[in-house]
């Protein structure tokens, strides 16, 4: 955390990702973050722009270009880095464990209630059949 802290930028060049723990844990740290266009986690976690730069996977010019861009504008990149350490918070280990709960907990009651169709008619309606 203390080399995110201090970073300029934080790049990550993935071809292929899962969700980065990596990207959340430098916009956490307000390190403005590039990161490739690769499939699933890093699209889904930096807003291109707005929390951080997107740039083509598997170009490493595009990469470089992206780079230099938010490397050359000191404004944009303390931008990134803030709005990036607002868009981390929704990783938090509080939200995402209470997400889960309510995914689970939803699910478990959606298993335990039986479908409308076997229900018969005038019981759902709370009257007898």
Known sequence: WAWFSRASLFVLSS??????????????????????????????QVGHAVSGWVARAGSPAALAEAMDIVLGDPALAANLAAWGRERARAFDVERIVAAYARLFLDQAFAAARPPMALIPLGVAAGTAA
């Open 15 to 44: 071809r292929w990702e899962g969700f980065g723990n990596v990207v959340a844990e430098a916009m956490a740290c307000g390190a403005p973050v590039v990161v490739s266009d690769c499939d699933f986690g890093p699209r889904e």
